[in-house]
């Protein structure tokens, strides 16, 4: 089944510093959406982007829903032990039959 | 009080056995998901329930079968567990009328020995 391109796999970075994930896919989504997974727990969602071009903001999260309607990004400023997790983004079509398609994940370790 | 609700949060069962998993939500949503997660591949979508009558298919639903009892309730059935459907299982729901996003259970960890 079709699965969203997602880089990197795992990152390691030091407490204060800036984050920067990516998703891309060869199709087209009208919604995208970013998850995080804690250890033991099912995933939460961090921001939702509803429109082509459009940059939102949760905290110190800020996403961008790319403008060919194929990508998006998901930047973390000034990371925090607590950022540690696994970072998912999504992507549907909303209709009658809508479905999200995962990416395989970012795995975020925050070093002190 | 958790909006969506897994049961059990572990279970270890033996090859052939059925086993059922259920899911319950206080959210109110119409629409309601089961999905597998295995380590390096994301989630994959097993069975989809779009409301109480409607049942579909996902992407790897060989294997398992589900019920949706009413609105609040969606069960997911291996019918005669194997050892490769070890994995952490989820339930998701979400609301036709808000784009569709989904909210996602706590997640149950099964074994298949």
């Known amino acids: 089944g079709q699965q969203l391109n997602q880089s990197p796999q795992s990152m390691f970075i030091q407490e204060g510093e800036d984050v920067s994930m990516n998703c891309t896919s060869s199709?087209?989504?009208?919604?995208w959406l970013w998850y995080k997974q804690d250890p033991g727990e099912g995933p939460v969602l961090l921001i939702a982007?509803?429109?082509?071009?459009e940059l939102t903001s949760n905290g110190r999260l800020t996403a961008q829903f790319g403008i060919t309607r194929k990508d998006s990004f998901l930047n973390i400023s000034a990371s925090i032990p607590s950022d540690v997790g696994i970072y998912f983004c999504a992507a549907l079509n909303t209709g009658t039959a809508s479905k999200l398609t995962f990416g395989t994940g970012t795995r975020l370790q925050v070093t002190l | 009080d958790a909006d969506v609700t897994q049961t059990p949060r572990n279970r270890i069962t033996k090859t052939g056995k059925r086993i059922m998993l259920e899911c319950s939500q206080t959210?109110?949503?119409?629409?309601m998901y089961w999905y597998r997660q295995d380590p390096g591949l994301g989630l994959r979508l097993i069975y989809y329930s779009f409301d109480v009558k409607d049942i579909n298919k996902g992407e790897i639903s060989d294997g398992y079968s589900v019920s949706r009892q009413a609105q609040a309730k969606f069960s997911l059935s291996l019918e005669s567990a194997i050892p490769n459907q070890t994995a952490l299982y989820f339930c998701?729901?979400?609301?036709?009328?808000?784009?569709?996003?989904?909210?996602f259970g706590p997640g149950t960890r099964l074994t298949v020995l």
């Open positions: 199709s087209i989504f009208n919604t």
């Open positions: 959210k109110g949503h119409d629409r």
């Open positions: 982007l509803y429109k082509a071009g």
């Open positions: 998701a729901t979400s609301f036709a009328g808000s784009s569709d996003t989904q909210y």
